[in-house]
């Protein structure tokens, strides 16, 4: 070969024996030209179908790259190097191939199904979709083949109604094509009809035994639906057996044995994919998984980045480089790795749930629920999404709605940790609480995984028995010795407790376990700030920040701070615009832009920035119902309708976008058309607590009452465990003087989820009917059996507030306080009556319920009369002044006003805030109040 330098070690010796060898080679080469002319192209084409029949695919490989050498322009040698760098697992190379084919002058038809499908295992969905979507073929075989294809990209892509309309065009060409119609049953499947794929598969196999890619539909769906190990196992080898060039009923089997932890018997079944398809990804991808499995992430690392390089958008690589950084803790990298991977294939289950489990563990759980909720919403959703969600709505501290998410898993498999927790859920969901209790020690006791020690854990906290709580929080910490769960978890008890030192010491251990742990961060700057000390939760999300620079929950943390430090709306936009451009790919930046821009009255800038944020998030519902609210604020309500039908055509699985029509619709007195809607939200779900709600308000202002109640038991029916459905009965039966029955729903309502508001209504119902009596006891038997339940107790000391016993109402609070010493409303209150009996001291009261929250015009109120009672004229002007400017047309806080000003002496300005008040169009209290004193003025 001219330019070829040969190794020194190959040379023959000395250069005697070179011109020797020299010579016997121009006599061999002699005689080779004159009897030995090398083989045609056809001949290399005519050697390689040979090796092709016999399954010598490199062999065949071979032949054809000589062919070509010779005749670049031969289809048919193009087309079968193409077929056979298929067949032999290197699908990027056969794209190439293969699309080199179709470009040359007759090519076959049959070319374009085969460099279709090389691009689908390729994982290019959109470029085959880019180039071939709407390209049809006049023979109908060979155009179902292709249209298969292209609905498979179509459906990678996530995009279902084109997936089948590219089905239906396959099927029009030769009905009942088997794989078609597999494909069909895959997208039912994912759609969450699992026993209507089986079916479709079934059908598919008697009349078309032999096909090799529903056999392996079959498989998948046995394991991910039924986790039937033995049956895929057993599908994957009857594809295999039909078709031992299908490359995923090979990879199949490996992947059950990683998932099963069998890493021995995987790393035996990934050697043997690795030879039959040794130019195949999956081989070297299972390799790399198998060395992440066994811990060693350097080896995982080393045999990925070849990958990385030669398919980096392939996401199998994607994916697994996420699994890396996630268990090496580099959560940022894991998101954004794994958000490319569902960008490249939106079905991939186990990305998803990674993406999930990454959010939870970076404090982010509504990013995780966001993320789960196309597999939640699916009816055969797997025990691992629902267990990540239940995590996810643990952390955001929503134990009722996690225990709900383990009972959910009860019917997928009652044999595993997860549906045995979720069992022993649903026995206290059913009032067996004890016996719920003694089951989840149970499996926490016997089960290595933490799914029923986070149960345990939830339901003990919801039940108030935080002892019990804490001592289940040990147990989870002995199986998780290094992971801040059980530590930011006991803190969250601690709170509860009211301790909030040894919180504060809880928290701090999950942060030295992992300092990128965002929600113990969250928590401690809370604590800050219910101190009085926002600079010191400032400098925690800071801190957090330099860990995990650019962290978003941490800088959306950061904002919030200067908006409670009443920063300028000029310079919390700035913020906000500063993050939509740090990233442009996240939607909370815009949505927290949009509620600046309502909360300072800036309507249109508002809406231009949800038009921004429906621009950049086309698909997102929350984006569009932003927008949507809007249009009806800014009295655009035919568009504002047509954004609302839009959530629903987004999300449809969720009432929103039907609720908020429904809303517009009775702004505009279109009530016949609200009720269709909120029928509709309730068909979507029927559980849905506001579009009963919406119901029953239509049918109380129409004055049928009987259908608000009958839509009351809809909504016991619809929510029989919670207290709601009962509270809502009884306010009705109220509403028609109907005491009894009132009485009596909201003893029903008692024991149920929510039952505190039950007994909050029904105290005050005994009492206002004069039932003294009834009501104390219904207070003694809740206080005894609820010792913690503050809300209860606050109720009481509004009671004792209402009654003017301001001393037992101030023990009331007190007793709150002893419970949750940062309850902002009990140290309002308490400031209030002691300013109406003239005891000192309350102004310490009304300061620290205004950092607890501040910018509230009736806790400014109350701070404003405690210092006016203890002589600090100034300031108690200066704070009504900005109770005022908060709810301008608020009269009853203009008159406090006025009345500061009276006592202040500056009877001018008095007058000026009086006459503000005798001109308002309403009459009121306030008003009238207000021209009394003019005229005494």
């Not at 080199?100 to 199904?113: F, R, S």
């Not at 009860?410 to 609480?433: C, E, F, K, M, Y």
Request: proline residues 5%; contains cysteine.
């Amino acid at each position: 070969m001219p330019g070829h330098l040969s190794d020194p070690e190959d040379l023959n010796g000395t250069v005697v024996g070179s011109v020797n060898s020299l010579i016997v080679s121009v006599g061999v080469l002699a005689a080779c030209l004159s009897a030995c002319s090398p083989p045609s192209p056809e001949q290399h084409v005519a050697a390689a179908e040979k090796y092709l029949s016999e399954g010598q695919t490199s062999s065949a490989i071979i032949e054809l790259k000589n062919a070509l050498a010779a005749a670049p322009q031969s289809v048919q040698a193009r087309f079968l190097l193409g077929k056979a760098l298929l067949d032999n697992g290197a699908p990027d190379s056969a794209a190439l191939e293969l699309k080199k084919a179709i470009e040359l002058p007759q090519a076959p038809p049959h070319v374009w199904p085969t460099y279709a499908r090389a691009l689908l295992e390729a994982g290019k969905s959109k470029q085959l979709t880019d180039e071939l979507a709407g390209k049809k073929l006049s023979d109908p075989a060979v155009n179902a083949d292709l249209q298969t294809q292209i609905a498979g990209a179509w459906a990678a892509r996530g995009d279902l109604d084109q997936a089948n309309q590219a089905i239906a065009e396959a099927l029009r060409s030769v009905p009942a094509y088997s794989d078609a119609m597999t494909l069909r049953a895959r997208i039912v499947a994912q759609q969450g009809r699992p026993d209507e794929a089986f079916r479709i598969l079934d059908d598919v196999l008697a009349k078309s035994p032999a096909s090799a890619t529903a056999w392996q539909l079959r498989a998948e769906l046995l394991m991910r639906v039924r986790s039937d190990t033995a049956g895929a196992l057993a599908a994957h080898q009857k594809a295999h057996q039909l078709d031992p060039k299908l490359l995923p009923a090979a990879v199949g089997p490996a992947v059950i044995l990683l998932a099963q932890g069998k890493l021995d018997e995987a790393a035996t079944q990934i050697q043997t994919l690795k030879k039959q398809f040794p130019a195949s990804p999956q081989g070297r991808l299972l390799e790399a998984q198998l060395a992440l499995q066994k811990g060693d992430i350097a080896k995982s690392k080393e045999l990925l980045q070849p990958l990385q390089k030669i398919w980096p958008d392939h996401p199998g690589v994607l994916l697994l480089a996420g699994a890396q950084a996630y268990q090496a803790g580099s959560l940022v990298q894991a998101e954004s790795l794994l958000q490319r991977t569902l960008i490249n294939a939106p079905t991939q289950l186990i990305a998803r749930q990674l993406l999930a489990r990454t959010y939870v563990r970076g404090g982010q759980p509504a990013k995780a629920l966001s993320t789960l909720q196309p597999v939640l919403a699916e009816k055969g959703v797997d025990a691992v999404s629902l267990s990540i969600a239940a995590e996810a709505h643990l952390q955001s501290g929503d134990p009722a709605t996690a225990e709900s998410m383990y009972r959910q898993a009860v019917a997928l498999d009652p044999g595993n940790a997860v549906t045995r927790t979720a069992l022993a859920s649903a026995r206290i969901g059913r009032g067996d609480q004890d016996g719920g209790v003694a089951a989840l020690k149970e499996i926490a006791a016997t089960d290595s995984s933490t799914v029923a020690d986070l149960a345990l854990v939830s339901t003990l906290t919801r039940m108030g028995r935080y002892i019990d709580a804490l001592t289940a929080i040990d147990a989870l910490q002995k199986k998780q010795p290094d992971s801040p769960s059980a530590s930011f978890l006991r803190g969250g008890v601690q709170l509860l407790m009211g301790q909030a030192q040894d919180a504060r010491s809880s928290f701090g251990r999950a942060l030295e376990k992992d300092p990128a742990y965002f929600p113990a961060t969250a928590q401690l700057a809370k604590l800050d700030i219910q101190d009085a000390q926002p600079e010191q939760a400032k400098k925690r999300f800071q801190d957090s920040l330099k860990v995990r620079p650019n962290h978003l929950p941490a800088q959306l943390a950061l904002l919030e701070l200067e908006t409670r430090s009443q920063a300028s709306q000029e310079t919390l936009v700035e913020t906000a615009t500063a993050l939509i451009r740090q990233h442009p790919q996240d939607l909370e930046p815009r949505m927290r832009l949009i509620d600046l821009l309502v909360s300072g009255k800036a309507l249109d800038k508002a809406l231009a920035a949800a038009q921004d944020a429906v621009t950049a998030f086309p698909s997102d519902a929350r984006a569009v119902e932003a927008l949507g609210r809007l249009q009806a604020a800014t009295g655009n309500a035919n568009q504002a309708e047509a954004s609302f039908s839009k959530v629903s055509t987004l999300d449809p699985t969720s009432p929103l976008g039907m609720l908020r029509l429904a809303e517009l619709q009775l702004a505009n007195d279109r009530r016949a058309e609200a009720v269709q809607s909120l029928q509709r939200a309730l068909v979507i779900r029927p559980d849905a607590v506001a579009a009963h709600q919406g119901l029953i308000r239509i049918y109380t202002a129409e004055k049928r009452v009987s259908d608000a109640v009958e839509q009351a038991k809809a909504l016991q029916a619809a929510r029989p465990l919670e207290a709601v459905g009962w509270i809502v009965e009884a306010e009705l039966e109220a509403a028609r003087r109907n005491d009894a029955a009132a009485i009596t729903a909201l003893r029903k309502g008692l024991p149920k989820q929510g039952g505190n508001v039950s007994a909050i209504k029904l105290h005050a119902l005994l009492k206002s009917k004069g039932m003294n009596a009834e009501a104390q006891k219904v207070a003694d038997d809740w206080t005894r059996d609820h010792p913690s339940d503050t809300g209860f107790v606050f109720h009481l000391g509004d009671v004792a507030l209402g009654e003017h016993n301001w001393k037992l109402a101030i023990e009331h609070y007190q007793r709150v306080l002893s419970l949750r010493p940062q309850h902002a409303g009990a140290l309002n209150n308490i400031a209030w009556a002691m300013v109406q009996t003239k005891q000192p001291g309350s102004v310490a009261f009304a300061e620290k319920a205004n950092q607890l929250q501040p910018r509230q015009p009736t806790v400014l109120d109350t701070l404003a009369k405690a210092l006016a009672a203890e002589n600090q004229m100034p300031r108690a002007l200066e704070v009504m002044k900005q109770a005022v400017s908060l709810r301008e047309t608020d009269s009853a806080l203009r008159l406090e006003l006025a009345k500061l000003y009276v006592q202040s002496g500056d009877k001018a300005a008095a007058k000026t805030e009086l006459q503000k008040i005798a001109q308002a169009p309403e009459a009121s209290a306030a008003k009238s109040e207000a021209q009394r004193m003019l005229q005494a003025l």
